[in-house]
């Protein structure tokens, strides 16, 4: 059982390059979401999925998008990566109104 | 949108002392108040949540309050010990059986434990 996983763990981008970064889990859980790390200011909710097929905005969406094309697994893109992306991206899962789970981080340094 | 405050955000006690951390929150439809906590390097973790029809929850050395009127809720750590030492994340949402949004937190308490 291995939860929450994300992949990749590291990466550096140059600006404008593109990246998918994939979240798997293995919970059966309906609610997907990704969040977006920074000194300082919390964690700030991207996008988020109630369920397969289902994508939502959150606080701070611009230059991002997801796709949940299986329950599993919830994509989170960045179609032209710039410096301000700079971050610790986390997906999390849960159960409508229960703990959300989270995976161990990928940590995103764009150049 | 929901709005979420959170305060300290820096907290540093003596070991064995009690911390106590507030938060408050702006949509009085928000019904599931979740903390976690973060050590440097690693995912947030639950350790404890309370929802809005109950107003105290504990957990060995860690309580959380709730005051639905106010707004606000705090989470309660007694006989802090060195490994308490962490960020820690208030956050609060809403769900309604047929759609959920996602958690919004506070900006987070750095807690340090002095020996």
């Known amino acids: 059982n291995a939860g929450v996983t994300q992949t990749p763990k590291f990466r550096v981008l140059k600006t404008g390059q593109s990246m998918t970064l994939l979240c798997a889990q293995d919970m059966n859980h309906e609610y997907m979401y990704w969040y977006r790390q920074d000194p300082g200011m919390g964690l700030r909710l991207i996008h988020y999925?109630?369920?397969?097929?289902?994508?939502a905005k959150g606080e701070v969406p611009d230059g991002y998008n997801v796709s949940r094309l299986k329950k599993q697994n919830f994509l989170l893109g960045l179609e032209s990566a710039a410096p301000s992306q700079t971050s610790v991206y986390f997906c999390?899962?849960?159960?409508?109104?229960?703990?959300?789970?989270f995976g161990q981080g990928t940590r995103l340094t764009v150049v | 949108g929901e709005n979420v405050e959170q305060h300290p955000s820096t907290l540093s006690v003596q070991e064995g002392d009690s911390a106590v951390i507030k938060c408050t929150y702006s949509?009085?439809?928000?019904?599931?108040f979740p903390w976690y906590k973060q050590e440097l390097g690693k995912r947030p973790q639950l350790i404890i949540d309370?929802?809005?029809?109950?107003g105290e929850k504990k957990d060995q050395r860690i309580a959380v309050t709730l005051n639905k009127t106010a707004k606000h809720f705090s989470l309660h750590i007694t006989e802090t010990q060195p490994e308490d030492s962490a960020v820690y994340f208030c956050?609060?949402?809403?769900?309604?059986?047929?759609?959920?949004?996602?958690?919004?937190f506070g900006k987070g308490t750095h807690l340090i434990i002095q020996p």
């Open positions: 999925s109630v369920g397969e097929g289902t994508t």
């Open positions: 999390a899962s849960s159960y409508v109104g229960q703990e959300a789970f």
């Open positions: 949509d009085s439809a928000s019904n599931y």
């Open positions: 309370i929802r809005s029809n109950v």
């Open positions: 956050a609060a949402s809403w769900d309604s059986g047929g759609g959920a949004d996602g958690l919004t």
